[in-house]
């Protein structure tokens, strides 16, 4: 193939297509209810949900509030947006989740609660139990980020602090109907773990809680480990009397982007196989497997003949030990590049389809043959810009980042490898 680069970001922005959400809302909203339609969600593509919401139902009288990244927002007529920070929350996260909670509060059984969640939405509702502060919450915020806890553990974690998500939202509803509508972005798509689930019920607990701060060294004030120690911050668990009728759809997941993906490739005549939709791990350590995969099928023919392209999604963790700038695909792709040395023939993209790896406004990067020679005619070691979690300047000066922007969705990590025939 004459460019490489070319198939694997097509590739790319084949996935990130498919879980647009003028796509696929439309396939999966309810009629409307005898009495009000209130519309409510969080994360990095729920402006773009709210938007495709409204196309929907045209001259109806919804309305509602829904908080997404800074820089994501898109007009709405009836829905009100507000842009928080993330990965790390600040105060117009917590005051979102206080107008929201406030929107819920005062429902009929005759109404319907449309929520909308995507990636993200954890940072976004920011509102911690009572006698927490924002500030605390930020702080261990910033410690899980960088422990190399799994988003599931971070997850059981911020929804036994927080006094919104866990359930608590869903409960807020209480007796109106409430109707999820959901963008996946985590490893094996449990709606508990997406935006840390604030209107599902949620079967861990707080003694799970402390255990995974245990187990990661997270430093946390004494009165937040009496609260949790106590379980006083217990979420709300299934089959909780005061929960409402509850509906939830998954309207896109990191599979059927990766669906899409591999059928971009098969257009183009390449083949594609999907390794796995969830995978987790060290990103070094899932880069060290996949260069090795991807050598034996340069090599040896096995266990697929190249020409071929080797699909995979799901969350990596970072360990973060340097200084630099990085996130867990470009730290998955130099881990790669070192595993691969130069091989010929062998070409790789990873990135964020929210078009943001960790906390830079990059989506990802390539990795050709040629990565580390050009790496060392700039003077730059690839050995010592992963020891310093560098991977964005790393691959910023070889002229190798992805940048997407916002792309107004969220359905976790993508990572291709191709291999020439």
């Known amino acids: 193939m004459e460019n490489p680069r070319a198939l694997l970001e097509g590739m790319f922005f084949a996935a990130i297509a498919s879980a647009q959400p003028e796509r696929s809302i439309p396939l999966h909203v309810p009629p409307l209810p005898r009495g009000r339609l209130i519309v409510i969600g969080a994360g990095k593509a729920s402006a773009a949900m709210a938007l495709a919401v409204e196309g929907c139902y045209p001259g109806a009288g919804l309305e509602g509030l829904v908080v997404t990244r800074y820089g994501y927002a898109v007009q709405c007529r009836h829905i009100e947006i507000i842009e928080a920070a993330h990965p790390v929350p600040d105060e117009a996260g917590l005051i979102a989740s206080q107008l929201m909670l406030e929107m819920v509060s005062d429902l009929t059984e005759d109404d319907l609660v449309l929520c909308l969640i995507s990636g993200g939405g954890s940072s976004l509702l920011a509102l911690p139990l009572d006698g927490i ?129 591999a059928e971009k490739a098969r257009s183009l005549g390449v083949p594609c196989y999907i390794l796995g939709d969830a995978i987790e791990g060290e990103a070094r350590d899932v880069a060290r497997v996949m260069g090795g995969i991807a050598l034996q099928v340069k090599k040896r023919g096995q266990p697929f003949e190249p020409p071929c392209v080797l699909l995979s999604g799901g969350e990596t963790t970072v360990t973060v030990r340097g200084d630099g700038r990085g996130g867990r695909n470009v730290e998955f792709l130099l881990a790669l590049a070192l595993t691969l040395r130069g091989e010929p023939g062998i070409h790789a993209l990873a990135g964020d389809t929210d078009g943001v790896d960790g906390s830079e406004e990059v989506a990802g990067a390539y990795v050709a043959p040629d990565t580390l020679s050009r790496a060392l005619e700039l003077g730059m070691s690839a050995v010592d810009s992963l020891a310093r979690n560098d991977g964005h300047g790393f691959f910023g000066r070889l002229g190798d980042a992805v940048v997407t922007g916002p792309t107004l969705t969220n359905v976790n990590d993508f990572r291709a490898i191709f291999i020439e025939g």
Request: hydrophobic residues 40%.
């Open 133 to 261: 502060a924002l500030e605390e919450k930020q702080q261990i915020n910033r410690q899980l980020l960088r422990s190399g806890a799994s988003i599931s553990e971070i997850n059981c974690v911020r929804r036994h602090l927080s006094a919104i998500k866990g359930g608590r939202l869903a409960r807020a509803c209480h007796p109106a109907s409430v109707v999820n509508l959901i963008i996946s972005d985590v490893p094996g798509d449990d709606p508990v773990d997406i935006a840390s689930g604030p209107t599902v019920p949620d079967p861990t607990t707080c003694r799970d809680a402390l255990a995974i701060l245990e187990r990661y060294a997270i430093e946390v004030p004494d009165h937040v480990q009496e609260l949790l120690a106590s379980g006083r911050g217990e979420s709300v668990k299934p089959g909780d009397a005061r929960l409402p009728a509850i509906e939830t759809h998954l309207i896109a997941t990191p599979q059927m982007a990766l669906e899409a993906a």
